[in-house]
């Protein structure tokens, strides 16, 4: 069979999350038609994605399922009834819009929900579909929040959905290994590393706006874009501030992001006495993040489990030094020539390594010149269109 010029895709998520957005935008802007149903995005994330040419169905379910980028660690926690009543109101819109549209292959984000219900629609409709895993649905650590798997009727879900699908996209060869724990079989799985928007994440964006709204000044600005759970490690960047501030006192750090430990870790802050160097932005759009990179001296990614790492990536494209663990994926996009490698829960060591790029701004230099070319090299978006777009050739072709 001879590869389509212009393929139609339907994508499905509960979280338009950025990197869903990206990879449907960086596949429609490759010459093919895609129609995303999910919840809507922010207006200024919105924008990109309709004038990129995507299609949007917005999902009018309302839920823990559906909370968007603020969901919380109590995700598929939600009663069943929940997790019912968003399966059955998906499948009528979804089959909806497959009569009314030519789809010619179906792509979830997520294997649960969205997994599951594409597995279904592929069956009622003999229309291929794939599965970007990308962690929470099947990773289990219960120490960080990933729980989903130990739930009896997850499991079942999970089984029930690596049947019905084609292929299932993990975003690490680390989330291939989780996949094949929950019963994902070796021949239907693939890696498509996520990426980075390598012009909107451009390290000649200006970052004197956001120095200026925050007052930074001459401070040597941290920056962590994370959101605020257990497994994203913040709780132990904070615990490290004290001794940076004994080093260097006009250190800032600037958290963007929100979640349901915002709390915790504002009274932690309040707690050790350093409220005047960490700033909490709350959620700022996607589009404007590149901003608040551009304003800082090094980044930060502290986590103790991750699929892919997509914050790393992104201030990686920016030339920004980083300080991050190797936790779950993120071994398979850090190491030592773009970033100061961190064991996991170790306050110490992010301390000593603030410092250690403080006293060294030729590393600082060094290490985001060569984070910047590796993700030119291997975390781009236009490289993840492309291998999805053969990926979704080759499964009409053996369809």
């Not at 501030?245 to 870790?265: A, N, R, S, W, Y």
């Not at 160097?277 to 709350?282: A, E, L, R, S, Y």
């Amino acid at each position: 069979m001879k590869e389509k010029n212009n393929l139609s895709i339907l994508m499905i998520t509960h979280k338009t999350e950025s990197f869903v957005r990206d990879i449907a935008r960086f596949v429609q802007k490759n010459g093919h038609d895609v129609y995303l149903y999910g919840p809507m995005p922010s207006k200024k994330d919105l924008k990109p994605l309709l004038s990129s040419g995507v299609k949007l169905f917005p999902m009018n379910i309302k839920g823990i399922l559906t909370s968007g980028e603020k969901i919380g660690d109590n995700f598929l926690s939600s009663p069943r009834k929940e997790m019912i009543r968003f399966v059955f109101a998906s499948l009528k819109t979804l089959s909806r819009i497959l009569l009314t549209y030519r789809v010619d292959v179906i792509h979830a984000h997520w294997v649960l929900p969205s997994g599951f219900i594409a597995g279904i629609l592929s069956r009622i409709f003999r229309i291929p579909a794939i599965v970007t895993a990308h962690g929470r649905s099947i990773y289990l650590n219960p120490q960080v929040g990933f729980i989903v798997p130990q739930k009896r009727y997850a499991r079942i879900l999970l089984e029930m959905s690596f049947l019905n699908l084609k292929k299932i996209v993990a975003v690490s060869r680390d989330a291939i290994f989780h996949a094949l724990q929950r019963g994902a079989k070796q021949d239907r799985c693939v890696v498509i590393y996520n990426g980075t928007d390598e012009q909107l994440f451009n390290p000649d964006v200006s970052g004197m706006n956001v120095k200026s709204k925050w007052g930074l000044k001459k401070d040597f600005a941290l920056v962590a874009v994370r959101k605020f759970y257990k497994r994203k490690g913040l709780q132990y960047l904070i615990q490290a501030l004290p001794g940076v501030i004994d080093e260097i006192p006009d250190v800032k750090l600037i958290l963007l992001g929100d979640g349901p430990l915002k709390k915790t870790l504002e009274r932690q802050v309040k707690e050790l006495n350093i409220s005047n160097h960490v700033i909490f932005t709350g959620m700022v759009p996607n589009r404007k993040v590149p901003e608040y990179l551009a304003a800082a001296d090094a980044c930060l990614v502290p986590s103790l489990e991750e699929g892919f790492g997509v914050a790393a990536v992104e201030a990686m494209a920016m030339k920004k030094p980083l300080i991050s663990t190797q936790a779950g994926g993120l071994r398979e996009v850090v190491d030592e020539k773009t970033t100061i490698l961190v064991p996991p829960r170790d306050s110490q060591a992010i301390a000593q390594a603030i410092i250690r790029l403080w006293k060294n701004p030729e590393m600082r230099k060094k290490l985001g010149e060569a984070g910047r070319k590796k993700v030119l090299q291997k975390f781009n978006w236009n490289r993840a269109a492309r291998e999805y777009i053969k990926l979704y050739n080759q499964i009409l072709k053996h369809s």
